[in-house]
């Protein structure tokens, strides 16, 4: 009696500790995610910063309606290299995004997985104690 006990408190806590490791493996993953992704909002912005600051120096630069053609031009091929730019780093956002799709699908399967093989019945007849994770260390 006190053996089944004690394996069954066994499970319980190997069982929590898997737990507490998905959760703090979800965890980094969410940290990591958005820290990538608030850098990249923060690399667009600086991308329209610096736009912004080119279009205001080349308004500054008008003296004659020739320069306002000029702005005109100069503007247009800013906007399309402004928009190249951010289409770039949009490129890279949704890289970050799949990354953590990826890796979460990942964690989930793995953790399904545990799950599955945790609770399969032993096969009759024969006694085991250990958990499915311990098996696969032991093997």
Request: no cysteine; glycine share 4%; hydrophobic share 40%.
């Amino acid at each position: 009696m006190k053996t089944d006990m004690t394996d069954v408190l066994k499970t319980v806590q190997e069982a929590n500790d898997r737990t507490i490791a998905a959760a703090t493996d979800l965890n980094k993953l969410a940290t990591r995610t958005q820290s990538l992704l608030v850098n990249k909002q923060i690399a667009a912005f600086e991308l329209w910063l610096e736009a912004g600051a080119k279009q205001i120096k080349a308004m500054s630069e008008i003296r004659t309606a020739a320069d306002g053609t000029d702005l005109l031009k100069n503007q247009a091929t800013a906007a399309k290299e402004l928009g190249e730019k951010l289409a770039g780093n949009l490129n890279e956002v949704v890289e970050i995004q799949t990354q953590a799709r990826d890796e979460l699908v990942k964690l989930v399967q793995g953790n399904i997985e545990q799950a599955q093989a945790d609770v399969t019945p032993a096969t009759p007849g024969k006694k085991t104690t250990k958990t499915s994770a311990t098996a696969k260390k032991v093997a």
